[in-house]
C-alpha cells in the first residue's frame, strides 16, 4: 500500500482514546470506487499484466532462451488467453520449418531406410510453420511423436509430435505434465539444450526398427503451472532458473489509484460485453466489494476472467437481465451464500439451541467470545463462527496450563500466540516471576485441532479479567494477534468473523450494545454484507478498531490498564493495581498468634 494511501486510511479512521469513538462509523464498512463516470474505452487482460507481457515479449525476442517458465492459477483460462498474445507477436509472414521424413520400406531382402530433406511445404510430414500450440496434459506420443511398425507389412510410420508441429513456434505445456511424467521432462530439457531432436525407442528393451537421423528444432517453451507445482518442479530439477526464464501472470491487481481503478473497470465492461451485458457505476462497485471479501484487500482485487466471468453470469442468470445492478449481484452472493450454506446453519443452530454454550448479554470473570474460522473439508464453505475461551485461577506455581495444547489439539502457532500473551502480560503489568497463581486456559466445547494466533488478544483479556477479577463483556467478540509489546496485529477472515457473531446476536434479538473487536490495521480488509452496514448505520452493532492492548482493556473494561494518573475514583482503579494487590494479597505470610506456639 503507498503511503499517501496509507496515510488518508489513518486520518479517516483514527483511534481515539474513548471506545465510543472507536467504534467505526458504518462508511468505512464497505469500499467504495473512486471513478464517478464510465469510460468507453475497453481494456483486455493483457493491459493489466504489464510485469508479464513484457517478460513474453523479451524471451520471444531474445534467441538464445528458449525455456519460460510461468506462474498462473487459472491454466486453462490463461493458456488460451496466452496463445493469442503470442500469436500476435509472432510474423504475420511465416516460413516453414522441419523437414520432410522420406522412408524406403524394407522387403525381405533389405532393411528399410529414412532420410531427411529440407521442408519445402506445410504438406510434408514434418513440416511446421511456427504456429503457437497448448497442451496442458500431454504424454510421450503426443508430445514426442512415434515410430510404429504395421504388424504384418512392417512398414514404417512416423507420426509428429507437438515439438515437431511447433518447431519455430512456441509450446504451451503445463508443470502438472512435467511431475507426473518426469522423464518426459528430461527429454524436453535435453532438445531445448541441444536444439536438436533424436529419435528413441519408446519401449526400454527394444530397439528402433532402423536409424532415423535426428533434424535441428527450432523451439521455444512456456510452462504454466502455480506457485506450489512451479516450486516442486524447482525442487525435482535444480538448475531450473539457470535454464528458464521467470515470470508471473498476477492474479490480483492493485487499485490503490484512480486511475487504476478505471483500467479494471474498463476489463470488467469489456469482459462484460463478450456477453452482451451491461453494468452501470452501482454493479461495478458491489462486484468490486464482493471481490474485497475475496481478496481481503480493498487495494488488491482478483482479475481473473474466470472468476469475474462467473460472477457476470450468476448474476445475469438470476436475474434475467441484460443490464446489471448493484441488486443483482447481491442477489446472486446470497443465493451462493445460501447454496453453501448447510453447514454453516447447523452450527448457527446448535449456538441458537444452547448446544454449544455462546452469551451474548451479561458479564462474566474469565470469559471471553473469541471469533474464529471455520473450514470444513470438501466443502468450498467457510465462515465465522464464535468460540467461548474461559480461563480459571487458583493458587498455584504461576503456570498457565493451555489445555488445548497439552490434549494436542491445538497446532504451533496457537502455542505461539499463547506463549506471546503470557509474555506481554508479564512485562505490561510488571509481574514477578514466580506468580502465586496458576491459570488453565480452555477454548469450551472445542474437540477439532485448532491453530493460529488470532485468538491472542482475547486470551490476554481473559486472562487479566481471571487474574484482575472483573467481569468481560459477553455481548462483545473479539480477535487479534499481539506482539510481546502489546501492539495489536492483523488476522485474517475478518469479514466472515464479525457476519459470524453479528448472526447470532441479530437472531438472539439486538440489543444496542453487541459489536466486536478487530485490529485497527484490518480496516482495508472490510467489505460486510448490507446487513451489518445497516445494523451498524442504526447503532444496533458496533465495531470497534484497536492498536493496543490498552485501547482494548478500555473498552471490554471501562478502566485503565496501567496506572495514568494518580488519583482514580472508587469502582475505576486501573486494572494493574487490581492485579498486583491481589497478588500481594495472596503472597502476604500470615501472622502467626502466640498460642500457636502452644499448638506445635
Known amino acids: 500500500m503507498c503511503d499517501n494511501t496509507a496515510n488518508l486510511i489513518k486520518a479517516r479512521y483514527a483511534v481515539t482514546s474513548t471506545s465510543s469513538e472507536q467504534a467505526l462509523n458504518w462508511q468505512a464498512l464497505q469500499p467504495e470506487l473512486s471513478i464517478t463516470e464510465l469510460s468507453a474505452e475497453k481494456a483486455d487482460f493483457w493491459s493489466l499484466q504489464k510485469h508479464a507481457t513484457k517478460a513474453i515479449s523479451l524471451f520471444l525476442k531474445q534467441p538464445r532462451r528458449s525455456l519460460l517458465v510461468l506462474k498462473a492459477d487459472d491454466q ?31 522387403d525381405s531382402f533389405s532393411f528399410p531406410c529414412i532420410y531427411t530433406e529440407p521442408a519445402r511445404s506445410p504438406s510434408d510430414n514434418f513440416a511446421a510453420q511456427g504456429d503457437v500450440l497448448k497442451a496442458l496434459h500431454a504424454d510421450q506420443f503426443s508430445l514426442f511423436g512415434s515410430v510404429r ?57 527394444k530397439t528402433l526398427p532402423c536409424d532415423i537421423p535426428s533434424y535441428p528444432l527450432n ?17 525435482l530439477e535444480e538448475d531450473l532458473y539457470s535454464l528458464a526464464d521467470y515470470a508471473e501472470i498476477e492474479s490480483y491487481y492493485s487499485v490503490s489509484q484512480p486511475k487504476a481503478q478505471e483500467n479494471w473497470a474498463n476489463y470488467v465492461l469489456a469482459l462484460a460485453s463478450k456477453y452482451e451485458l451491461d453494468l452501470d457505476l452501482t454493479a461495478l462497485n458491489k462486484l ?23 460472477m457476470l ?37 446448535d449456538i441458537l439451541n444452547e448446544q454449544i454454550y455462546v452469551e451474548t448479554n451479561g458479564e462474566i470473570v474469565g470469559q471471553i467470545n473469541g471469533l474464529s474460522v471455520i473450514e470444513y473439508p470438501g466443502t468450498p464453505v467457510c465462515f465465522g463462527e ?23 489439539l491445538a497446532g504451533n502457532l496457537h502455542g505461539k500466540g499463547m506463549m506471546i500473551s503470557e509474555a506481554c502480560l508479564a512485562s505490561i503489568l510488571e509481574l514477578p516471576s514466580q506468580l502465586p497463581f496458576s491459570a488453565s486456559l480452555v477454548f469450551e466445547q472445542s474437540y477439532g485441532e485448532i491453530d493460529g494466533d488470532s485468538a491472542s488478544l482475547a486470551i490476554f483479556s481473559v486472562l487479566v479479567s481471571a487474574l484482575s477479577d472483573l467481569p468481560l463483556p459477553q455481548n462483545i467478540a473479539i480477535t487479534g494477534t499481539i506482539d510481546q509489546f502489546g501492539l495489536v496485529h492483523a488476522v485474517g477472515g475478518v469479514n466472515d468473523k464479525i457476519e459470524g457473531f453479528f448472526t447470532i446476536c441479530q437472531r438472539r434479538g439486538l440489543t444496542g450494545k453487541q459489536g466486536v473487536i478487530i485490529p485497527a490495521t484490518t480496516i482495508q480488509q472490510l467489505s460486510l454484507s448490507d446487513e451489518v452496514v445497516e445494523a451498524v448505520k442504526n447503532e444496533q452493532f458496533f465495531i470497534y478498531q484497536v492498536e493496543d492492548i490498552y485501547q482494548t482493556a478500555k473498552i471490554l473494561f471501562d478502566r485503565d490498564l496501567l496506572e495514568e494518573k494518580e488519583e482514580y475514583a472508587k469502582g475505576k482503579e486501573p486494572i494493574a493495581r487490581l492485579i498486583q494487590n491481589r497478588i500481594a494479597f495472596r503472597s502476604e505470610t500470615p501472622k502467626k498468634n502466640w498460642l500457636d506456639f502452644f499448638k506445635s
Request: glycine share 6%.
Open 76 to 106: 486453462a483460462e490463461y493458456a488460451d488467453l496466452l496463445a493469442e498474445l503470442i500469436r500476435q507477436e509472432q510474423p504475420k509472414e511465416r516460413s516453414v520449418f522441419g523437414v520432410n521424413y522420406v522412408v524406403e520400406q524394407g
Open 386 to 408: 464464535p468460540s467461548r475461551i474461559s480461563c480459571l485461577v487458583q493458587f498455584g506455581d504461576g503456570e498457565v496450563v493451555d489445555v488445548e495444547r497439552k490434549n494436542e
Open 288 to 310: 468490486y466489494q464482493l471481490l474485497v471479501r475475496e481478496s481481503e484487500d480493498r487495494f488488491l482485487i482478483n482479475i481473473s476472467p474466470l472468476k469475474i466471468t462467473e
Open 313 to 349: 453470469l450468476n448474476a445475469a442468470t438470476l436475474s434475467q437481465k441484460q443490464t446489471l445492478s448493484a441488486v443483482d449481484f447481491e442477489q446472486a452472493f446470497k443465493q451462493k451464500n445460501e447454496q453453501h450454506g448447510f453447514l454453516r446453519e447447523r452450527t448457527y443452530a
Open 149 to 205: 511398425v504395421h504388424p504384418s507389412s512392417q512398414d514404417i510410420l512416423l507420426t509428429p509430435g507437438l515439438v515437431h508441429q511447433a518447431n519455430g513456434g512456441v509450446l504451451i505445456l503445463s508443470a502438472v505434465t512435467m511431475l507426473s511424467q518426469f522423464d518426459l521432462w528430461q527429454r524436453l530439457k535435453h532438445i531445448l539444450q541441444t536444439q536438436t531432436f533424436n529419435w528413441y525407442s519408446a519401449h526400454p528393451f
Open 219 to 235: 523451439l521455444k517453451v512456456v510452462i504454466l503451472g502455480n506457485r506450489t507445482e512451479i516450486a516442486t518442479l524447482g525442487e
